[in-house]
Antibody, heavy 118, light 106 residues
Framework: QVQLVQSGAEVKKPGASVRIACKASGFTLTSYYIHWLRQAPGQGPEWMGR????????IRAQKFLDRVFMTIDTSTDTLYMELRSLTVDDTAVYSCAREFGIVVGFDYWGQGTLLTVS | DIQMTQSPSSLSASVGDRVTISCQASQDIRKCLNWYQQRPGKAPKLLIFEASSLETGVPSRFSGTGSATDFTFTISSLQPEDIATYYC?????????FGQGTKVEI
């Protein structure tokens, strides 16, 4: 079955960087875009960017252009999202999600990784 | 960025009630709109795509209509397991954006 399993919760200080992992299984990774989103407490999801696992190409939201970097290790089918220059406003649950394939929707999500910046 | 405005922000209804949620886009997004259900502590679940198409396996009591800037999501007969927060999401323009959510309670 399709699974996206993320790395565990992180606590970071302002100014630091964090890298969150998302291991994919149960589907052909190179056939689907993988997106990264975050959700602050009590807020709707916020789209950060997406990676094309077939070639590593990325598209990032303008808001995160200089701070978010998405990569993939094709040998382990693991995707990574690095967020730099953290501030307290980056405290949120970060998720990877598979693009639906028919439209730009998200049909499978990771379990989420809580990042606390304090 | 496209702003997605949902109303109401929360509602309380009884089992069997018809529930309607509105989503308004700040500009024309054609039919490029999805609806999600998010239960507490869980990831969002895709229910409706392209404004009105039901995702596989989703009960038929869920439906969506609309185009351009005005969209509606309906639960025809509210069930206890429908307690959740519902979000709309546009994908016509980057960055993809979500509404702030509508919390449905019984």
């Amino acid at each position: 079955q399709v699974q996206l399993v993320q790395s565990g919760a992180e606590v970071k200080k302002p100014g630091a960087s964090v890298r969150i992992a998302c291991k994919a299984s149960g589907f052909t990774l190179t056939s689907y875009y993988i997106h990264w989103l975050r959700q602050a407490p009590g807020q709707g999801p916020e789209w950060m960017g997406r990676i094309d696992p077939s070639d590593g190409g990325t598209i990032r939201a303008q808001k995160f252009l200089d701070r978010v970097f998405m990569t993939i290790d094709t040998s382990t089918d693991t995707l990574y999202m690095e967020l730099r220059s953290l501030t307290v406003d980056d405290t949120a649950v970060y998720s990877c999600a598979r693009e639906f394939g028919i439209v730009v929707g998200f049909d499978y999500w990771g379990q989420g990784t809580l990042l606390t910046v304090s | 960025d496209i702003q997605m405005t949902q109303s109401p922000s929360s509602l309380s209804a009884s089992v069997g009630d018809r529930v309607t949620i509105s989503c308004q886009a700040s500009q024309d997004i054609r039919k490029c709109l999805n609806w999600y259900q998010q239960r507490p502590g869980k990831a969002p679940k895709l229910l409706i795509f392209e404004a009105s198409s039901l995702e596989t396996g989703v009960p038929s009591r869920f439906s969506g209509t609309g185009s351009a800037t005005d969209f509606t999501f309906t639960i025809s007969s509210l069930q206890p397991e429908d307690i959740a927060t519902y979000y709309c999401q546009q994908y016509d323009y980057l960055p993809y954006t979500f509404g702030q959510g509508t919390k449905v309670e019984i």
